[in-house]
């Protein structure tokens, strides 16, 4: 029978098995912790097997004691620390992603302020902290100054590259079917933009903490954990040196991952090719409701 076709066979979807998501979760989680793990087993291997004085470094359990022993202490000046990091991130990145968008806009403006730009990058921040301490005093706005200071320009440089290579021909084709300006820009612009983006978000986060603690050495006139670790270090107490380390390590990775997690749950197409279908029970997805 020539008439006759044969009614493709419905779609199953792809369901996670307890086997697929054990490894996944050993990929992403398992192996980040297995290389720290290395790292600190590596640590104590060569603090035994070189016979490495205390005051020059302490094993890693030291080290973590240091900490847990001093907590109370301790949280004060972490959550201070990260108060900064927070502030000074979301600054520098709305301010990075708002120049960004108005430079590919304007290429004038483009022309006449990247200049500027890199010329900020080159002036070390160690020397810029003292100035902003002179204007801003001694408080949390010079610290938070800091960090947008080195959060801003990673980002305005990635958005600005990333809306300069935008397909022209996807925005072409949206502008004859009629499509404003404003929608163009936030349904085919924005999108493209993501990935360079948050590639500029994850270099901001990593070295917001570093901007933190240079502003807590120039710009504290009471306790900070920058100061902590630098009294620490004058009373030769290097376990809590090495310790405070590991805390502001932890307190960089930890922001790193919030940057990572926004970006998986801001950028779903990036590991699917099909938009997700909610629907209930166990059915395919070509099988029709009863």
């Known amino acids: ?27 992403n989680v398992g192996v980040p912790l297995l290389s720290i793990v290395l790292l600190l087993a590596l640590w104590q291997g060569i603090v035994v097997y070189f016979h490495v004085a205390p005051y020059i470094a302490p094993r890693p359990r030291q080290a973590v004691l240091a900490v847990t022993q001093n907590w109370s202490t301790l949280w004060p000046l972490v ?4 108060r900064e990091t927070v502030y000074g991130f979301i600054a520098g990145a709305a301010l990075g992603i708002g120049l960004g968008v108005i430079m590919a806009k304007v290429p004038v403006l483009q022309r006449l302020v990247y200049p500027v730009l890199v010329l900020s990058q080159a002036v070390p921040i160690i020397a810029l902290a003292a100035p902003l301490v002179l204007i801003l005093g001694f408080s949390v706005t010079p610290k938070v100054v800091i960090v947008a200071w080195i959060v801003f320009f990673p980002v305005t440089v990635n ?27 936030i349904q085919i612009e924005i999108p493209a933009t993501a990935t360079p983006l948050f590639s500029g978000l994850k270099i901001g986060a990593t070295y917001a903490v570093t ?9 504290s006139d009471g306790s900070s954990l920058a100061l902590y670790q630098e009294h620490a ?15 502001m390590t932890v307190i960089g990775i930890s922001w790193f991952l919030l940057v990572v997690g926004a970006e998986v749950f801001a950028t779903p197409w ?11 029970g166990d059915r395919s997805e070509d099988e029709p409701a009863r």
């Open 79 to 82: 959550l201070g620390t990260i």
């Open 1 to 27: 029978m020539s008439g006759f076709v044969r009614p493709a066979a419905p779609r199953r979807r792809d369901r996670a098995t307890p086997e697929s998501v054990t490894r996944k979760v050993a990929r």
């Open 211 to 219: 901007g933190a603690i240079i502003g807590e050495l120039a710009a």
């Open 270 to 280: 990036q590991r699917r090719t099909v938009a997700r279908r909610w629907r209930r």
């Open 233 to 247: 270090n004058t009373n030769l107490n290097t376990a809590a040196v090495y310790g405070t380390t590991m805390l």
């Open 159 to 185: 958005v600005l590259d990333g809306l300069s290579h935008v397909d022209q021909d996807l925005v072409n084709l949206a502008r004859v079917y009629g499509a404003p300006r404003w929608r163009t820009f």
